[in-house]
């Protein structure tokens, strides 16, 4: 049976949650009718976050428009002529909407047909998914909260194209107004005349002229109360659509844009990142053609006041309030939709090129591109960023270093609709560092890249001065900097808190967050994350404590984490980790997928391991005494437990583990 099929049989609440996800983006009698299309064309694989698949997705949407054309036309009873209608303009909504945007169409759709699948199963009391719903999963594509942004979109269009029509409508009746006044003047001319000239005029010229003026002095009063309440209640439906707006622009911008910049800072420790940015780009070009075009209809009501003064003494004027509210809603729709795409590295190297690129989710629709922005980069330190955030600019040549190829031009790419700048050849050629106290390091200190621009909008009627910081970049000029500054940053990026004070991160944290950090970096760079035993055997290496490493809730500090030395060692806790990391990325990435290397054991818990294995079982552990080091630990012939020198970097450039592991096995044979 049909999915669609299976989906009107469903019951109650399930039946009302397929209904809800329906609506003007995409309504339901578009997917009743078109439904055995539907389902057989979006069994194709089209990935709306992959721009390879741009060309699919806008051919599906041309077909889907025409396939609704054709199932129209074919509706010729009169039984059918609402819903031929309805079908009609769906496919004129499809063409506004979806032809320049068709991976949008894809989403809908997607969540949609997810959704009734997920809630089918649900009911048939399936667990799991079959293939058709992975294809069709409505997460991450387009998640519950997602539909309900566009849907609330729709409802602030529908509402804006609602007070569009009440102001032409009013723009009319004021016509009418001054049609009908200047005729009211005019019989007052004719009247003063007559009463100027008593002689030459009959009196009942006069007679007639007095009652055709309070006719129209009635008509004008009457128009008058009219254009007051329409005034009235037009102002008032602007106020709910500002309210409105308001809502849902901070809904967008502090919940969902906040969200993608904390996910892609994640990102930076290995956590696995869905860039939804398309997505979001979609919400804030909608809101900011809605935002515009309620702008342009508040500055008309405006206008039409104050080309009609006919507000009686005392009476309140909402409308200037409601034009600042209005404009500084699309000024911090601008701003805040500046976007580090790419983050520039974090751990950056001076004399050494680097890449970064910036978007400007809002300038397509402003037409931005028309006169393509120009964005510079400087680098600041941490109290630049403070002063920045403090007074939202920064004075003239206030930098903490030089930047080569450090400006560039945005582009329109057609093809994504991004409005963006790509630097891809940056170099930081000098830094200035601030005065170090105590225990500071170089490694320690947090800069930012500061990204700039300047355009106007409104054939410059509005300009706007933006900028954005990317994620805390840690600088240095020596390759063994590297992993104390990997350390500062891989702390910040997993423990920054939202809305902070730039770059302040807590100096204490629980173990349990510091160990879910700690195996998905090593999962991202080797390709399998830690049991819960290696977690264990590192948590009693970071409290110094062997019977520690069991409690989520110990607090770790930032100084046991990189700054104290273990014990009887010259190394730190990370200094140790970073180097097995580093050891098993590069030489041993297939062994510790494959789970051959137990790696995180104590010495005292190999040897126990051992001893009840039979002789000649061998066990691989990372050394507890050498950075980057991994030994063999085995159950000799004489029951002995044997541990050879840890091998390193430089000898797995002359052997592989494997070949190592046969070449010590061949000496302990001849032994």
């Known amino acids: 049976m049909a999915l669609w099929a299976k989906a009107q049989q469903l019951q109650g609440e399930s039946l009302r949650q397929v209904h809800a996800v329906y609506g003007n983006h995409f309504p339901i009698e578009v997917r009743h009718f078109l439904a055995p299309w539907i389902e057989n064309k979006m069994l194709t694989e089209i990935d709306p ?25 074919s509706m010729e009873t009169e039984e059918l002529f609402l819903t031929r209608i309805k079908l009609q303009e769906a496919a004129e909504y499809f063409k506004v909407q979806y032809l320049n945007n068709p991976m949008m169409l894809i989403r809908v759709i997607r969540h949609c047909l997810g959704t009734e699948m997920a809630l089918v199963k649900q009911a048939e009391g399936v667990i799991g998914a079959s293939p058709v719903h992975q294809v069709m999963s409505p997460s991450p594509c387009l998640p519950r909260n997602n539909l309900e942004i566009t849907q609330q979109i729709e409802t602030l269009r529908q509402r804006t194209q609602e007070t569009g029509e009440n102001l032409r409508q009013m723009e009319q009746e004021h016509e009418a107004f001054a049609l009908e006044y200047h005729e009211l003047t005019k019989v007052q001319a004719s009247i003063q005349h007559v009463q100027n000239n008593p002689l030459t005029q009959s009196p009942d010229v006069e007679k007639q002229l007095r009652a055709k003026k309070e006719s129209l002095a009635q008509k004008v009063n009457q128009r008058v109360v009219e254009l007051l309440k329409t005034r009235a209640l037009l102002a008032e439906k ?13 809904r967008v911008l502090d919940d969902e844009l906040i969200r993608w910049k904390r996910e892609q800072q994640l990102a930076g420790n290995g956590v696995p990142f869905v860039n939804s940015l398309d997505i979001i780009q979609e919400w804030c070009e909608a809101l900011s053609e809605i935002i515009w075009q309620n702008r342009q209809q508040i500055k008309d009501s405006e206008r039409l006041r104050t080309k009609f003064a006919i507000d009686p003494p005392g009476s309140v004027d909402i409308l200037p309030t409601l034009n600042t509210q209005i404009t500084q809603l699309l000024s911090s729709l601008v701003t805040s939709t500046f976007i580090i795409e790419k983050q520039p590295p974090q751990v950056m190297k001076t004399n ?32 630049q960023a403070n002063t920045l955030l403090k007074n939202d600019k920064m004075a003239k040549g206030d930098t903490s270093g030089e930047i080569l190829n450090n400006t560039g031009s945005m582009e329109y790419h057609k093809s994504t609709r991004h409005l963006s700048v790509h630097f891809r050849n940056m170099q930081l050629r000098k830094i200035k560092r601030t005065e170090k ?18 355009f106007s909008v409104g054939g410059g009627e509005l300009v706007f001065q933006v900028w954005t910081l990317s994620l805390p970049v840690v600088v240095i000029v020596h390759g063994n900097q590297e992993p104390h500054a990997w350390a500062t940053v891989t702390w910040d990026n997993a423990f920054a808190e939202p809305g902070r004070i730039p770059f302040v991160v807590p100096d204490r944290v629980p173990w349990g967050q510091v160990s879910e950090t700690l195996s998905t970096k090593f999962k991202a760079a080797t390709g399998r994350g830690l049991t819960s035993g290696n977690l264990k055997y590192l948590g009693s290496k970071a409290f ?8 989520p809730n110990g607090i770790i500090t930032w100084s046991q984490f990189c700054k104290e030395p273990l014990p009887d060692r010259n190394f730190t806790f990370w200094e140790w980790f970073y180097a097995i990391k580093k050891l098993t990325r590069e ?14 054991i104590s010495r005292n818990q190999t040897v126990d391991m051992l001893k009840l294995r039979p002789r000649g079982t061998f066990m691989l552990r990372y050394s507890d005494s050498e950075l980057g080091g991994i030994t063999i630990a085995w159950h000799g012939e004489n ?23 046969i070449f010590h096995h061949f000496l302990h044979a001849r032994q």
Request: net charge negative; aromatic share 8%.
């Open 49 to 73: 976050e992959n721009a390879e698949h741009y060309q699919y997705a806008a051919n599906f949407v041309e077909t889907l428009i025409k396939e609704l054309e054709n199932k129209a036309a």
């Open 238 to 250: 602007h106020k709910d659509t500002v309210v409105g707006i308001g809502s849902l622009q901070g």
């Open 544 to 551: 110094r404590n062997h019977n520690a490493g069991d409690n």
């Open 587 to 600: 030489h041993l990435r297939g062994p510790w997928v494959d789970n051959i290397i137990h790696g995180f």
């Open 437 to 454: 106290k105590g225990s500071e390091s170089v490694m320690d200190e947090k800069f930012s890249l500061l990204f700039q621009s300047k």
């Open 639 to 661: 029951d002995e437990i044997l541990m050879i020198q840890p091998f390193n970097t430089k000898d797995f450039t002359i052997r592989s583990l494997a070949e190592s592991l």
């Open 352 to 383: 050494t090129r680097f890449t970064s690129s910036v978007r400007l989710l809002v300038g397509p629709k402003l037409n931005v591109h028309m006169s393509p922005p120009q964005v510079s980069v400087s680098i600041i330190s941490e109290a």
